[in-house]
């Protein structure tokens, strides 16, 4: 396909180049903000590998497929060769059930692989998990879960022959973008209005709000140290701290929006509608609003 047929749909942000602290400072890490929502529909919940009534799905696949299998075959054997100690790791999902532990479970014990598996009942429990609370979406752990299930895996890592080296100098280089990772993620929870608005002081965060009180139309933009309003229902433009990014935003009878980059972030609206951005990580951290019961609505 030519060029110029992607020539009208590249943005200016689809080029740029991410600096050290989105990349390097996450270690590829993806931050997942809140929490699983209420009203998502799941069915999890973790299972005893040693119960004798706890049978597998009828899922028709007992084995591991071939491609998989050549694959581990293949990384057990350059482990085995290089003096490698492996592990086989399964964090918490509603997507596998007890089908895959026991075939894992099987593989890991004929090569003499060590499992560890978060789904396990003593386990999920043992580190405290709460899949409610601990999971960012059905597969994936949030930022609570993820200091659950790294500290035990660090711990067992010890115990498995590997030497803790302290903290390295990463550490240092990092340390405040964990902070603020930290506390983004408590935004992205707050159930009331003074947490979340003790979060918002940081320069790193846009924060862009659309507020309707008594029949006017207010809106409120927070763009690192400068700030703006309007009551007219007027679209306001600019560009965010990052310098890369356009957004606009507009609040009046007929449209609420705010985009980012042109892309729309408000699902749903109520009287009072807010969306944060951090300039540090790139990321839209939270979209929320406050419904008719004044309670706070993450999206």
Not at 21 to 33: D, S
Not at 85 to 93: A, D, I, M
Not at 151 to 174: A, C, F, Q, Y
Not at 186 to 196: A, G, P, R, V
Request: glycine share 10%.
């Amino acid at each position: 396909m030519p060029i110029s047929a992607f020539r009208d749909k590249l943005r200016e942000n689809d080029l740029r180049i991410f600096t050290d602290y989105a990349t390097l400072g996450l270690h590829g890490y993806n931050v997942r903000y809140g929490e699983i929502d209420d009203e998502e529909e799941y069915d999890y919940e973790p299972f005893d590998g040693d119960d004798p009534e706890v049978e597998a799905e009828e899922t028709g696949e007992e084995t591991l497929s071939p491609v998989i299998k050549k694959y581990l075959d293949r990384i057990c054997e350059t482990c085995r060769k290089n003096g490698i100690k492996l592990f086989f790791v399964k964090t918490p999902s509603n997507k596998t059930g007890f089908n895959e532990y026991d075939i894992m479970k099987e593989y890991a014990e004929n090569k003499g692989v060590s499992y560890i598996d978060y789904n396990e009942e003593d386990l999920y429990q043992a580190i405290g998990f709460d899949y409610d609370g601990d999971m960012g979406d059905l597969g994936h752990a949030n930022y609570l879960g993820s200091e659950k299930i790294t500290r035990h895996l660090g711990n067992e890592l010890i115990k498995g022959g590997v030497t803790p080296g302290g903290l390295h100098e990463e550490w240092d280089r990092t340390g405040e973008l964990y902070d603020d990772v930290c506390e983004n993620f408590l935004l992205s929870i707050s159930e009331t209005k003074e947490d979340y608005l003790s979060c918002l002081d940081a320069e790193r965060h846009s924060i862009f709000v659309l507020n309707d009180d008594n029949g006017k139309n207010l809106t409120y933009v927070k763009n690192g140290e400068k700030e703006s309003s309007d009551d007219t229902g007027k679209v306001i433009t600019g560009v965010l701290q990052d310098t890369m990014t356009g957004f606009s935003i507009i609040n009046n009878e007929d449209e609420k929006s705010v985009k980012i980059g042109g892309d729309e972030k408000l699902e749903d609206t109520g009287d009072s509608n807010i969306v944060v951005f951090d300039s540090i990580t790139k990321d839209v951290i939270d979209v929320s609003y406050y419904n008719n019961d004044g309670e706070l609505i993450h999206q």
